[in-house]
Nanobody
Framework: QVQLVESGGGLVQAGGSLRLSCAAS????????MGWYRQAPGKVRELVAR???????TTADSVKGRFRISRDNGKSLVYLQMNSLKPEDSAVYYC?????WGQGTQVTVSS
């Protein structure tokens, strides 16, 4: 059974940093693309960043240069390093692989 458990969210001031973690289990982690998505109130869920099994990354234009996705295949973890945070980055952030989602972690950026 696939499980994705996010952690690391919280309240931070604009310009600050957070690192989100997603602990994965129940599947062969190293063989799958992993992604981070976010959803703000009243908005659709959107892709933030994605990393393939080979380490190739895709990052949304809105966070390019500020956010970085990485993975540790030995520990079945995927990370999202978020720097220079803006109030518009406030959302629930979700970990994803295939059709599987974590429960989300709230990120709130105050101005």
């Amino acid at each position: 059974q696939v499980q994705l458990v996010e952690s690391g969210g919280g309240l931070v001031q604009a310009g600050g940093s957070l690192r989100l973690s997603c602990a994965a289990s129940g599947f062969s982690f190293s063989l799958y693309t992993m992604g981070w998505y976010r959803q703000a109130p009243g908005k659709v869920r959107e892709l933030v960043a994605r990393i393939t099994k080979d380490g190739d990354t895709t990052t949304a234009d809105s966070v390019k240069g500020r956010f970085r996705i990485s993975r540790d295949n030995g520990k079945s973890l995927v990370y999202l390093q978020m720097n220079s945070l803006k109030p518009e980055d406030s959302a629930v952030y979700y970990c994803n692989t295939e059709a599987n989602w974590g429960q989300g972690t709230q990120v709130t950026v105050s101005s």
